[in-house]
């Protein structure tokens, strides 16, 4: 996420950052700041996709023949266990234990969104907020991404809502 120095717009923005940063209380710095590393940490992720992408491209098997797929990365499970205290969700490669509150939170999100887009974005800052490592571990840098899509699908043919 490195920053072009010609561009007048970035120049106008990062003036507007300084000068209203003097009005912002140490809390709301630290906040600022953990934002700024989510973005850091999002664009590089997003960088790594694509360059696997452009690799993944490029790389042709030879005779034409594809080789057989080990795992889908964009596989998603929702495993309970304990009678249901604890729920393993695996996203791709990465396996992650949650709480039953936790699940309960992303079902309300899956099914209280008006739209799918705003139920991904959604599930994205939350688990951005509470829980960066299954981010982090799944390799998703945004709310665009297939897994994040797979869960919402999983999370819809696994759980209804219970009317309260």
Known sequence: MKAKKADPGRAKLEKEL???????????????????????????????????????????????????????????????????????????KARKVLTPDEMRQIVRICYGAETKSEALRRLFTVLARERKDILADAIIGNPDNPLLEALFTVVRQTYTLKER
């Open 18 to 92: 300084r000068e209203a940063i003097q009005e912002v209380d140490q809390e709301g710095l630290l906040f600022l700041l953990r934002q700024a590393q989510t973005l850091i940490y999002n664009a590089r992720v997003d960088r790594i996709n694509q360059e696997e992408q452009k690799l993944k491209s490029v790389k042709k098997p030879a005779g034409g023949i594809e080789p057989p797929q080990r795992e889908s990365r964009q596989s998603v499970s929702i495993e309970e266990s304990d009678g249901g205290k604890t729920i393993f969700l695996t996203l791709g």
